[in-house]
């Protein structure tokens, strides 16, 4: 599935289900869903006691789902930003090397 398909999706899911949300209750959406992710790999990597079952591939599609939904709300095509971005990253040294 391509990034804009995903994001047509969740506008699929948030005009069946009426949800209309502002940017800034969006990111922090992000950042919940982000909070969880944290947790889930604490968790996995034996640094928190598990509370439940430590899912980071759920918690990493939950946090997708969300920056999807903020895209959605700031009428970004996340695509086509992605996409310029990969050039940028491809052009220079990434800061993580």
Do not use: N
């Amino acid at each position: 599935m391509r990034i804009s398909e995903a994001q047509g999706s969740v506008a699929e899911i948030l005009k069946t289900h009426k949800i209309k949300r502002s940017p800034l209750a969006s990111i922090v959406g992000v950042y919940e869903e982000l909070g969880e992710l944290s947790s889930a790999i604490l968790q996995k990597e034996g640094f928190k006691e598990r509370e439940r079952r430590a899912d980071v591939g759920c918690a990493l599609a939950e946090v997708l789902f969300e920056l999807l939904k903020l895209a959605e709300d700031l009428e970004v095509d996340l695509e086509k930003e992605f996409m310029q971005a990969l050039e940028r990253w491809r052009v220079s040294k990434p800061l993580w090397k």
